[in-house]
């Protein structure tokens, strides 16, 4: 498993020629270069780095028995070590670590559908967390390591989009003693994330309006997920983005939000194109990292410094890093319209009438 500077993007080598290996990004941050870290013929997915920066936990069918399983390699690359043994035919995936950097925090399908289990790093038996009814998702922690959210069906397991938001301690639920739900929404939430304070939980959910339902435009099987945030007790969804970019509706997925709390990562599907994207917290403001298109699930590292993600090839996914981050955000922001002189809007019809 080797380490390729350009792999499947070769008109990026005479800009990193011009800037002495470094790649530029569209967000202005000269400083930063794009590695691939882990690339064959088998799927390498949900990168995950260590508090230390260490190890990159991610998910593999390298096995070739139908299943996936949990792998750790060292992030300067390397053999990778299989952590989980989980069943033939059944899917493990989303590592993501314990702030100690001691275990691992995983989903599986054994027991027939999803739950949250944690390993220790040296591998052994996996212990589950989740025990309701229902199928249990991602697992993340708080950074002082006390609650672990995740996303769940078990208020209306029967519905396609009946997930939202959970949060329970650290040693996992019991019967009596089950997580908290933190969000309300028909919306679908998924795949939380902590602010460093624990103050905070970003995730994306769908737009949902019961007034629009019965129209295609409305239902929530045509309406595209977007970044929201909600109190990590409980309490009012601020939904963070919205809009159009050149007219095109975008959706969003996979948010990360930076250790330094600064910046959330997230996945953005723009058209037939998915890339990285970066939002200030501060500002509101989003931009891409990532410009090549099939660049997915992105995850920080401890020190804020860089980004892994996952870039798709067909039906295949290999790891990548976007090192030495200087992130700056644009002067405005795409998804936000323009505004004229007097402070209003400017509308598409009146610019074409100018036009004329």
Request: hydrophobic residues 30%.
């Amino acid at each position: 498993m080797g380490m390729r500077l350009f792999g499947e993007h070769p008109w990026l080598i005479p800009a990193a020629i011009f800037l002495g290996f470094g790649v530029l990004s569209s967000s202005d941050a000269a400083a930063t270069t794009f590695k691939e870290v882990a690339a064959d013929t088998s799927r390498e997915t949900d990168p995950a780095p260590s508090p230390d920066g260490k190890w990159i936990a991610f998910t593999s069918d390298r096995g070739g028995h139908g299943s996936s399983q949990i792998y750790i390699m060292p992030a300067e690359g390397g053999e990778p070590r299989q952590l989980t043994d989980e069943p033939d035919s059944v899917r493990a995936g989303t590592p993501s670590w314990a702030p100690d950097g001691k275990s691992i925090l995983f989903v599986s399908t054994r027991g027939k559908r999803y739950n949250v289990y944690s390993i220790p790093l040296e591998g052994g038996e996996a212990k589950q967390l989740t025990h309701a009814p229902g199928s249990h998702r991602f697992g993340t922690y708080s950074a002082d390591g006390k609650r672990i959210a995740f996303y769940s069906n078990r208020v209306r397991p029967g519905e396609l989009y009946g997930f939202n938001i959970f949060v329970m301690g650290a040693e996992g639920e019991t019967e009596d003693d089950l997580a908290q739900q933190v969000t309300d929404s028909k919306g679908s939430p998924g795949h939380p994330t902590w602010s460093p304070d624990g103050t905070w939980i970003a995730f994306v959910a769908k737009e949902y309006d019961s007034t629009r339902q019965q129209t295609m435009e409305g239902n929530i099987l045509f309406t595209k997920y977007q970044l929201y945030k909600v109190p990590s007790r409980g309490g009012k969804e601020i939904r963070l983005t919205k809009g159009l970019i050149n007219g095109q509706p975008f959706e969003d997925t996979w948010p990360s939000w930076s250790p330094d709390g600064k910046w959330i990562a997230f996945g953005r599907q723009l058209g037939p194109k998915r890339d990285v994207w970066i939002m200030e917290v501060s500002s509101g403001k989003t931009f891409p990292l990532t410009t090549t298109g099939n660049c997915i699930k992105p995850t920080w590292a401890w020190d804020s410094k860089s980004i892994y993600y996952s870039l798709v090839n067909e039906k295949n996914e290999d790891i990548w890093v976007a090192n030495d981050l200087t992130l700056k955000p644009p002067a405005t922001d795409p998804t936000r319209p323009r505004r004229s002189r007097a402070g209003s809007p400017v509308r598409k019809s009146a610019a074409r009438r100018t036009q004329r």
